[in-house]
């Protein structure tokens, strides 16, 4: 059985972080395994974010347990402050971990709380160097590459380029829906050709969580022993099924439907 971490937080309701993570290992036939960063809840009356973190020497007991059992890829997820980030690095070096995903997650989709630059400039200095592959959205690779914010298909190259310089092998930009284009792109580039992922857009915003099931789709993936390159295509078909099927959960939100490519 291949394993697989995720160093993420927890999306209580259930369609992004670990439960989005732990759902696709599942529908990918991976034993998933998690080290928690941090736990994230929803008001009720206006679903406003609320995190709380967890503390680092916790993360560091989950993460010594996991390790000591082994893991053929990793991804992460939200991590929460710049000694998470730091506790990461140090963990995926010491214990010399080849595979693995960053998702530099930011903020989550709909809320504008107040970046944390400090965790950007960590995420940049510390864990790119270590990417097997990024996959930042739009915002998140103008945050990474500093080049500002990206509108089209050039903006995406040059921020690529720049991630590829800042030291992950592989990059691979999610455009999604935002993009001035009429498909929905995603930009691979492992530092020497360019690919482009085009997909229809999906007319929906039940896509909550397509971000963290992207990135662990690709972990499987990479578990499993696909190239970088096959992992990536791949994923994109599994959270673009994903997507298709998103539903509303309440008023706020709808999540994708992590089994919707198994049950085609
Ligand atoms: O989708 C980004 C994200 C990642 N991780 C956690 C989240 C969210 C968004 O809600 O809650 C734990």
Known sequence: MKKTLTLAGSDS??????????????????????ALTSIVAMKPDNWSHDVTPIAVSTVEKQLDTILSIGIDAMKTGMLGSVEIIELGATKLKANQINKVVIDPVMVCKGEDEVLQPEN????????LPLATITTPNLFEAGQLAQTGPIKDIAGMKEA???????????????????LEHEKAVDLFYDGSEFLLLEKEKVNTTYNHGAGCTFAAAITANLAHGKSVKEAVIAAKEFVHAAIVDGWKLNQFVGPVMHGAYNRR
């Open 13 to 34: 309701s259930g369609g992004a972080g670990i439960q989005a993570d732990l759902k696709t290992f599942q529908e990918h036939n991976v034993y998933g395994m998690t």
């Open 120 to 127: 950007t400039d960590a995420m940049r200095e510390l864990l």
């Open 160 to 178: 690529a380029a720049k991630i590829i310089e800042l030291g992950a092998e592989n990059v691979v930009i999610k455009g999604g829906k935002a």
